[in-house]
């Protein structure tokens, strides 16, 4: 029997990602032109295109002004407390149910979006961190990504503050992706996470845990000699081991440590052994220092996530945390709508599974689908009002 083929439109994906969108952060209109559909319409011209909102407005012919869907926004928008829940149940609106029948692998960091300006009424609203593009302070904000091929879905979304520890914002994001039934395997963090109190908090909730263990403590060239965890880099040869790490508070934590050495010869001006040094704990019982240096590297996928992320993201300048939170988490939500399309509607049912080629549909094409549905929608400025004719 002759399976039946069916076509796939930006006509299609714009009317789902327009669904998706207001079925879960329910917008009110706001006037006759400022309708929700035209809202999430103009935002997703915006994110496909990579401009602002009010750029956005300026190039779509039938969209309401840029002060009247700026205002329309901030009418409607929940505080910012229900507006991170709707962000977050928008995300997990789609999740396969494969996801929640077992425990899968969790990928958790931070991404920080650089910031020139004050703050918007609170200067715990601005995280700091090491410099990066020209300053020091950023719009920060935490993800847990699933580790599942084909079903690399962001399941959690979180704004992290100056001061938040990193313990509670794990525990956000866990809750968070708890509620929709997906529970971590392990947890995969980035070696910024590699504190004691991380830790200690990861041994306490009793998660399996794997991160790159921060090198500190004396070098080989002091006089006294390596010591800390910088000893670890010296290894030879792959091995196990163990360590005590304390804090300036005097807490410690202690864990199990793989060393993971190969050759770097082949790689352009390398040479010699690399040595590899993980920490990990829980649950997670690693059967090989392959294993362990294989399943680190796929938390990398998470930095893919990030990147796409500001393939979509809404530029601005505005300085309310309420709509930068609202336009990583369409970007976001995007990216999960591109990943629900290649396993709902483009994957190749097979006996044992289903077939994914990322390559039918890329993420910057489904973006430019989306800015022709908006245009075709919308209208778009064609023709520009001059003094003088082209030609005498």
Same mark, same amino acid.
């Given at each position: 029997?002759? #399976? +039946? /083929?069916?076509?796939?439109?930006?006509?299609? *994906?714009?009317?789902?990602?327009?669904?998706?969108? #207001?079925?879960?952060? !329910?917008? &009110?209109?706001?006037?006759?032109?400022?309708? =929700?559909?035209?809202? $999430?319409?103009?935002?997703?011209?915006?994110?496909?295109?990579?401009?602002?909102?009010?750029? &956005?407005?300026?190039?779509?012919?039938?969209?309401?002004?840029?002060?009247?869907?700026?205002?329309?926004?901030?009418?409607?928008?929940?505080?910012?407390?229900?507006?991170?829940?709707?962000?977050?149940?928008?995300?997990?609106?789609?999740?396969?149910?494969?996801?929640? @029948?077992?425990?899968?692998?969790?990928?958790?960091?931070?991404?920080?979006?650089?910031?020139?300006?004050?703050?918007?009424?609170?200067?715990?609203?601005?995280?700091?961190?090491? %410099?990066?593009?020209?300053?020091?302070?950023?719009?920060?904000? =935490?993800?847990?990504?699933?580790?599942?091929?084909?079903?690399?879905?962001? *399941?959690?979304?979180?704004? *992290?503050?100056?001061?938040?520890?990193?313990? =509670?914002?794990?525990? !956000?994001?866990?809750? *968070?992706? =708890?509620? &929709?039934?997906?529970?971590?395997?392990?947890?995969?963090l980035d070696r910024g996470f590699c504190s004691v109190d991380v830790i200690r908090y990861l041994q306490q909730a009793r998660y399996g845990w794997l991160m790159p263990l921060v090198l500190r403590g004396r070098k080989a060239s002091?006089?006294?000699?390596?010591?800390?965890?910088?000893?670890?880099?010296?290894?030879?040869?792959?091995? $196990?081991?163990?360590?005590?790490?304390?804090?300036?508070?005097?807490? /410690?934590?202690?864990? !199990?440590?793989?060393?993971?050495?190969?050759?770097?010869?082949?790689?352009?001006?390398?040479?010699?052994?690399?040595?590899?040094?993980?920490?990990?704990?829980?649950?997670? @019982?690693?059967?090989?220092?392959? $294993?362990?240096?294989?399943?680190?590297?796929?938390?990398? %996928?998470?930095?893919?996530?990030? +990147?796409?992320?500001?393939?979509a993201r809404i530029r601005t300048c505005t300085r309310d945390p309420l709509l930068r939170l609202l336009y990583v988490g369409v970007a976001l939500l995007l990216r999960n709508v591109w990943v629900w399309l290649h396993w709902q509607?483009?994957?190749? @049912?097979?006996?044992?599974?289903?077939?994914?080629?990322?390559? @039918?549909?890329?993420?910057?094409?489904?973006?430019? $689908?989306?800015?022709?549905?908006?245009?075709?929608?919308?209208?778009?400025?064609? &023709?520009?009002?001059?003094?003088? +004719?082209?030609?005498?």
């Amino acid at each position: 029997m002759r #399976q +039946r /083929k069916y076509t796939l439109t930006p006509a299609h *994906v714009q009317t789902h990602t327009t669904y998706c969108l #207001q079925k879960h952060l !329910r917008l &009110a209109d706001h006037g006759p032109k400022c309708t =929700a559909d035209t809202l $999430w319409t103009v935002l997703c011209y915006a994110g496909s295109r990579i401009i602002s909102l009010a750029a &956005a407005c300026a190039a779509l012919r039938d969209a309401p002004s840029d002060t009247a869907a700026h205002d329309a926004l901030l009418a409607t928008l929940p505080p910012f407390a229900q507006l991170q829940q709707r962000l977050n149940r928008a995300l997990q609106g789609d999740l396969p149910q494969a996801l929640r @029948r077992r425990r899968q692998p969790l990928a958790i960091d931070l991404t920080l979006i650089p910031y020139h300006g004050k703050p918007h009424k609170e200067h715990d609203e601005i995280y700091r961190s090491q %410099a990066k593009s020209g300053t020091s302070h950023f719009h920060a904000y =935490a993800t847990a990504y699933v580790i599942r091929k084909g079903q690399r879905f962001t *399941v959690a979304l979180t704004s *992290v503050r100056r001061h938040d520890p990193l313990p =509670a914002v794990l525990q !956000r994001l866990l809750r *968070v992706a =708890a509620r &929709a039934a997906v529970r971590p395997r392990y947890l995969l963090l980035d070696r910024g996470f590699c504190s004691v109190d991380v830790i200690r908090y990861l041994q306490q909730a009793r998660y399996g845990w794997l991160m790159p263990l921060v090198l500190r403590g004396r070098k080989a060239s002091h006089p006294k000699g390596i010591s800390g965890s910088r000893t670890f880099a010296t290894y030879k040869r792959s091995s $196990w081991g163990y360590y005590t790490m304390t804090n300036a508070a005097k807490r /410690k934590a202690s864990f !199990r440590v793989c060393v993971k050495c190969r050759n770097r010869r082949g790689e352009r001006g390398q040479r010699g052994r690399q040595a590899l040094v993980y920490a990990f704990g829980g649950c997670l @019982r690693p059967s090989s220092y392959t $294993w362990v240096k294989e399943t680190y590297r796929s938390r990398f %996928a998470i930095e893919t996530s990030y +990147r796409q992320m500001h393939q979509a993201r809404i530029r601005t300048c505005t300085r309310d945390p309420l709509l930068r939170l609202l336009y990583v988490g369409v970007a976001l939500l995007l990216r999960n709508v591109w990943v629900w399309l290649h396993w709902q509607v483009l994957a190749c @049912r097979q006996r044992g599974g289903r077939r994914i080629d990322l390559g @039918r549909l890329s993420f910057r094409k489904m973006l430019v $689908w989306l800015q022709h549905g908006a245009e075709a929608h919308l209208g778009i400025h064609d &023709a520009i009002t001059t003094e003088h +004719r082209m030609y005498e």
